[in-house]
C-alpha cells in the first residue's frame, strides 16, 4: 500500500508590523536616556547617588509591604481592594496611640481609649522602645487584620458572585468610609509619632560602625525598617509557598471550583487571605510611622496609590513582583526627588508604569495570559 505523504506545515514569518517596531525604537531611547541621566548623576555626584539610593531603598521596602496587600487579594479573587491603603493609614495612627501610652477603638463620633502604659520618648531607654514597638507591632497588626476581615464579610463575601463592578465600588466606598474614621479619630492635620528610633548614623561620617566622609550614611532608622520589613516578607514567602494555607491560597487562586471540588473551603481561605493582608498593612504602619514620623488621614490613599502601582508594575498576583515594584518605585521617587524636579515625582512614576504596561501589560514579573497576548 502506497503511502500518501503529508505535506510538511508551511511556517509564515509575519513582518512586525511598523507600529510595533516604532513601539520598541521610543522604548529604547526612553530607557536609553534614563540610563544616560542616572549614569551621568552617579559620575558627577557619587557620594549623593548612593544616599538617594539609600533612601529609595527604605522607602521602595514599606510600598513592598502595602502593595503586598493588593497582590495578595487579587491573586485570589481578582479584586482591587482599595480600602487597603486606608487600613495602613489606621496602623499608623493605631502606632501613634500605642507610643503615646494607650491603645485606642476608633468610630465615627467617638474613641475608646485604652491605657497601656506604653508613652514612650527619645530619652526613653531601650528596653521601653523595645517593648513599645512590640506592643506596636502586636497590635496594629491584630487592629488591621481585624478591620480588613470585618470588611470582607461585611462588603465583599455578598457581592461574590456579582459583577466584579459591585465589589469595585464597594471597596472605593470603604475607602471614604476608613478615611472618615481616620478624619475624626485625629484630625485633619498632620500627625506626629513620637521618634523613639534616633537617627544615628551607622555608616558615614563620625559611623559608630564606618566613617566615609559627609556621603554616604547610613542611619539607625534605615536599619530598623529591614530588620523588620525582611523578616515580613520572608515569613509571608515562606507561609505561601510552604503552609498548607499557602497551598489552599495557590489552589483557590488558579482555579476555585476545582479547590472547592478537592476539599478546601474557599470561603475560609478568602477571609484568611484578608486576614493575611491586614496584618501586612498593620506591620507597614509600624514601619512607616517610625521610619517617618508623621502621618494624617488622607495618607492612605497616596500611599495607596504609590503601593498599588508597584503591585501592577511588578505583576499584581505575584509576590515577589510585588516586591520588585515597590523598590523599584522607591528608586525612582527618590532619584527624581534628588537630581529631578520632586513636583513632577508623581508624573514620572505613572509616566513608567504607562510604559512597562504598554511594552509589557502583564508587568514585570507577572505571567503572560492568553488575555493578555
Not at 463620633?109 to 512590640?134: H, N, Q, R
Request: charged content about 10%; hydrophobic content about 50%.
Amino acid at each position: 500500500m502506497t503511502e500518501i505523504p503529508v505535506p510538511s506545515p508551511v511556517v509564515v514569518h509575519r513582518r512586525p508590523a511598523l507600529s510595533d517596531l516604532l513601539r520598541w525604537l521610543f522604548g529604547a531611547i526612553i530607557l536609553f536616556g534614563v540610563g544616560y541621566w542616572l549614569v551621568s548623576s552617579a559620575v558627577d555626584e557619587p557620594e549623593r547617588f548612593v544616599q538617594v539610593t539609600v533612601i529609595g531603598l527604605s522607602n521602595g521596602m514599606i510600598f513592598a509591604l502595602v502593595a503586598l496587600g493588593y497582590t495578595l487579594v487579587y491573586g485570589i479573587i481578582e479584586l482591587i481592594n482599595f480600602a487597603h491603603g486606608d487600613i495602613f493609614m489606621l496602623g499608623t495612627f493605631q502606632t501613634q496611640s500605642i507610643f503615646t501610652g494607650s491603645f485606642q477603638l476608633p468610630l465615627l463620633f467617638f474613641t475608646i481609649s485604652i491605657p497601656l502604659g506604653t508613652a514612650v520618648s527619645v530619652d526613653s531607654s531601650a528596653v521601653e522602645k523595645v517593648y513599645a514597638i512590640s506592643m506596636a507591632l502586636v497590635l496594629s497588626v491584630a487592629f488591621c487584620l481585624a478591620i480588613n476581615v470585618a470588611i470582607e464579610r461585611i462588603g465583599y463575601k455578598p457581592l461574590r458572585g456579582q459583577p466584579r463592578l459591585a465589589p469595585l465600588i464597594t471597596a472605593i466606598g470603604f475607602s471614604f468610609i476608613l478615611q472618615g474614621i481616620g478624619l475624626s479619630w485625629k484630625g485633619g492635620g498632620r500627625v506626629a509619632v513620637p521618634q523613639i528610633v534616633p537617627d544615628t548614623v551607622l555608616i558615614g561620617e563620625n559611623g559608630t560602625l564606618l566613617d566615609f566622609g559627609d556621603y554616604p550614611y547610613y542611619t539607625v532608622r534605615d536599619l530598623m525598617v529591614l530588620l523588620i520589613t525582611i523578616p515580613v516578607l520572608v515569613a509571608l514567602t515562606v507561609l505561601v509557598q510552604r503552609t498548607k494555607p499557602g497551598k489552599a491560597m495557590r489552589a483557590t487562586a488558579q482555579d476555585r471550583d476545582a479547590a472547592a471540588m478537592m476539599g478546601i473551603s474557599v470561603d475560609r481561605t478568602i477571609s484568611f487571605t484578608f486576614a493575611l493582608g491586614g496584618a501586612i498593612a498593620g506591620a507597614g504602619g509600624v514601619v512607616y510611622a517610625l521610619y517617618v514620623g508623621t502621618t494624617y488621614f488622607q495618607l492612605g490613599f497616596r500611599l495607596g496609590l504609590i503601593a498599588f502601582t508597584a503591585a501592577v508594575l511588578g505583576g499584581i498576583g505575584n509576590l515577589s513582583g510585588a516586591v520588585l515594584g515597590g523598590v523599584l518605585i522607591g528608586l525612582i521617587a527618590a532619584y527624581n526627588d534628588g537630581f529631578g524636579d520632586a513636583r513632577w515625582t508623581y508624573t514620572v512614576i505613572f509616566t513608567i508604569l504607562i510604559l512597562i504596561l504598554v511594552f509589557r501589560p502583564s508587568g514585570l514579573l507577572g505571567e503572560r495570559t492568553p488575555e493578555g497576548q
